[in-house]
């Protein structure tokens, strides 16, 4: 009877390690290039930090401002998240203290089912800022749209902005970079995994945020201007 042949094992091949330079030059420019490479990576957030050095506020000593503009951080079985309603918290001291007139907020309603300028607008108004003091911005799919959007489609051209302390420099310097004079005010926040989450995403983010500075892209949508920060303001007069 033949013999069947035996079945051949696999072979695994060992990853290749990442070899150093043997030579002093090689290794000399290796360092070199990695050094180039951390320099480029930390440009954009010293840009951030640099343009928005002096415009940083609490709620205590926001400047009076017409317009408090605040960003969607998702929602929680359509309520807003721990997170955004910290800074809806923060625009709503603001409005009772007198320090602001209007509230844009500005989030994602890309789907029926979700819909974050309606659940911030519900929220303000059980926390006692009237309906007609709040205009929604229902494309605001992220910062760069919000921010350009605040001035080209609402006419904000001055405005104090509410996020996390993670998250309020990029604004700053997107909504400067759209047109909006601005300062911020960046809430307070439980330092735990969505924190840490959005630090690290910050850095990644700061990249994109120096090129929407620089090439000034138009928004997902952009659409009409809407009349509803101006009709708000006159009515407060």
């Not at 910050?202 to 990249?207: C, D, H, K, P």
């Amino acid at each position: 009877m033949p013999r069947l042949p035996r079945p051949k094992r696999p072979s695994f091949r060992r990853p290749r390690l990442l070899r150093l330079p043997r030579t002093r030059k090689g290794q000399r420019r290796a360092v070199q290039a990695l050094m180039v490479l951390c320099v480029l990576a930390l440009l954009p957030a010293t840009w951030m930090y640099a343009v928005t050095g002096d415009r940083l506020r609490t709620a205590a000593d926001a400047p009076r401002t017409e317009v408090a503009i605040v960003f969607g951080a998702g929602l929680w079985d359509g309520e807003p998240s721990p997170y955004l309603a910290h800074r809806l918290d923060a625009a709503a001291k603001l409005y009772r203290a007198g320090r602001i007139e209007v509230v844009l907020v500005t989030g994602d309603n890309s789907r029926e089912d979700y819909d974050e300028p309606d659940a911030m607008r519900a929220y303000l108004t059980a926390r006692g800022v009237p309906g007609r003091r709040i205009v929604s911005d229902y494309a605001g799919f992220d910062t760069w749209d919000s921010c350009v959007r605040a001035r080209k489609i609402f006419g904000v051209h001055e405005a104090v902005l509410i996020s996390q302390g993670f998250h309020i420099r990029r604004a700053l310097a997107l909504c400067q970079a759209a047109g909006v004079r601005s300062y911020g005010i960046g809430v307070d926040a439980k330092h735990d995994a969505t924190w840490y989450y959005g630090g690290t995403r910050e850095i990644f983010a700061a990249g994109k945020a120096a090129l929407d500075a620089v090439f000034e892209p138009d928004p997902r949508f952009l659409g009409p201007k809407e009349p509803g920060v101006t009709r708000a303001l006159a009515a407060t007069r």
